[in-house]
Nanobody, 121 residues
C-alpha cells in the first residue's frame, strides 16, 4: 500500500491550499484516514481525520478553517485549508488505517510522504 500526497506549497497568510492523498495497493477497506503535521523538533500532531461512519475530528487550532473530505470509491482524502496563518507552516503527512485484501481481519497504519506547507506573512 502506498499513500501519495500532493498539493503543498507556499501561500500568503489568509490564503488557501488544498492537499490531496491517494491510497493504492491491495486495499480492502480504509477504516480511518486523515492528516498530521510536524514542525522541526516537534511531535507529529493530528490535524484532521475521518473515522468509521465518516465521523470527522479536527485539531482545535484548525476548526472552522480546515475541512477534510474523502472519496471512498477512489481511496482519496483531501484537506481544504483556508485562512492560513504562519502557525500552519509545517510538513503535512497523509495517514490511514487500512485493511488489506490479503487479510481483512488485520488493520495496519500507513503514512504518506510529507508535503511542505509554508505560509508567509
Amino acid at each position: 500500500v502506498q499513500l501519495q500526497a500532493s498539493g503543498g506549497g507556499m501561500v500568503q497568510a489568509g490564503g488557501s491550499l488544498r492537499l490531496s492523498c491517494a491510497a493504492s495497493g491491495s486495499i480492502f477497506r480504509i477504516d480511518a484516514v486523515g492528516w498530521y503535521r510536524q514542525a522541526p523538533g516537534k511531535s507529529r500532531e493530528l490535524v484532521a481525520a475521518i473515522t468509521g461512519g465518516d465521523s470527522t475530528n479536527y485539531a482545535d487550532s484548525v476548526k472552522g478553517r480546515f475541512t477534510i473530505s474523502r472519496d471512498s470509491a477512489k481511496n482519496m482524502v483531501s484537506l481544504q485549508m483556508s485562512s492560513l496563518n504562519s502557525e500552519d507552516t509545517d510538513v503535512y503527512y497523509c495517514w490511514a488505517i487500512i485493511r488489506l485484501t490479503t487479510n481483512v481481519s488485520v488493520t495496519r497504519q500507513y503514512w504518506g510522504q510529507g508535503t511542505q506547507v509554508t505560509v508567509s506573512s
